[in-house]
């Protein structure tokens, strides 16, 4: 039976009545108490044992006694017990179960004998909760992301992650190869947690990975397991060359394209002095290949300067003309060598070529030997034919210009102005003679044409 007594300590009490039910006389040399005899109980219990599960078994003397003896259970842990005859037995529930990850390794109680009221004897109970494998581990963080630089080199330590298992069972940790970025990593030592680089990283390939690392116990049956998923934040290094833009891809990779620097070219002209320079195929102008740094690069003109003529902005890398050159027959082209260079590190640079081309001074303006000319065009089979002009001479259409000693630009581009069917009837080509297309025309048709 359980008894319960009006204060909040738990109480279990067993009672034990005289034989036959009736008090008896015994003189003092036999009378024996049932309350002696007995000894401090170690016992045994595994966690998540069922209510009612046999913790220990307990002896008292066989010796007669007038009145009934009682044997409680009291204590911090007594709670978790109740006595069923000489039996201490497990005191659990569907809603309350032995665990040893949280009731500890040890239950205490005493075992108390009282006869008439009067406590008798008392002894110790210690039952150790045996464990038993029923938690997972469990990483000490979730979603863990770690930042590293694509410059840290391959063999060298990435990152560590912890697991606890609660049940104190050993712990391998397995990284998930089957993910794409799980090949940039891999341990070492299962029990470490320590996940070294197994590659380099390249920050201009893939900036962010992602991997899952297993924690496995080792030496159970049940093998149980969890999982964390890691991301590495790829942190841009500064392993590129500055490059001048734009360049000229040479392969097809994408990533890390192999490109040649452009020529620049630009036109000055004789006499000319205190002007900006406007180059082709653009400005000159030179990036940081690391593009997650973006470090701002300075100009330097290494050669072809010719004693300062050329100025370059070392921030800017915009040329200047300072000084005039007066006659473009001692130089008709300028090269120039041109230095991009990262401003924290000199050692990575770049260099460019600009050509800078000496025009001569455009005084005279252009004219042509005749203000109109007039041409003939006999009909004939032929899809195209020469125009000719008097004296069955072909018509040569020329324009001259007296910035050449003999009037002859060899640059000269003519051109006739679009009117209706103009360009459909006749071309000139850039020696000046005109063709007709023979097919097209009919007789005594007259057409005039400007150029």
Known sequence: MLLSPPNSQ??????????????????????????????????????????????????????KTANSARWCLTGEDADWFFLEGRTIRLNTSSSRTLDREVQGSVLM?????????????????????????DNRPIFLQEGLTFAISELTPANAMAFTVQARDADGDTIMYVIDKSLPDASHFRIDLPNSGDVILDKPLDYETKT?????????????????????????????????????????????????????????????????????????????????????????????ILSGSDDGRFHINNETGDVALRRPLKNRMQTLTFRLRIMASQVDDPRKYTVATALIRVLAENRFPLHFNRTSYQGFVTEGSSLATLVS????????????????????????????????????????????????MTSQLRALERHVLQG
């Open 208 to 300: 962010q990975l992602h991997i899952i690392i297993y924690a496995v116990e080792m030496e159970t049956m049940e093998r149980y397991s969890n999982t964390t998923t890691i991301t590495v934040n790829v942190l841009d290094g500064d392993d590129q060359y500055p490059q001048f833009r734009p360049c000229t891809v040479l392969t097809q990779e994408m990533v890390h394209p192999v490109c040649t620097n452009p020529v620049y070219t630009a036109n000055i002209t004789e006499m000319q002095k205190d002007a900006a320079l406007f180059f082709s195929p653009g400005p000159i102008h030179a990036e940081d290949g690391d593009k997650g740094l973006g470090t701002p690069v300075v100009y330097t």
């Open 109 to 133: 109680a005493a075992l108390k004998c009282y006869e008439d009221q009067t406590l008798q004897s008392e002894y110790r109970v210690m039952v150790e909760i045996l464990n038993e494998n």
């Open 389 to 436: 002009t008097y004296g069955n001479e072909v018509l040569v259409i020329q324009a001259t210009d007296h910035d050449f000693k003999d009037g002859v630009n060899p640059k000269i581009n003519y051109s006739l102005r679009q009117t209706f069917n103009s360009s459909k009837l006749f071309h000139i080509t850039n020696e000046g003679f005109l063709v007709a």
């Open 10 to 63: 738990w109480v279990s009490c067993y009672i034990y009545r005289t034989v036959g039910g009736a008090a008896q006389t015994y003189s003092p040399g036999v009378q024996a108490s049932q309350c002696l005899g007995g000894q401090d109980i170690f016992a045994k219990v595994r966690e998540n044992s069922p209510y009612g599960a046999v913790v220990a078994k307990f002896s008292s003397a066989e010796g």
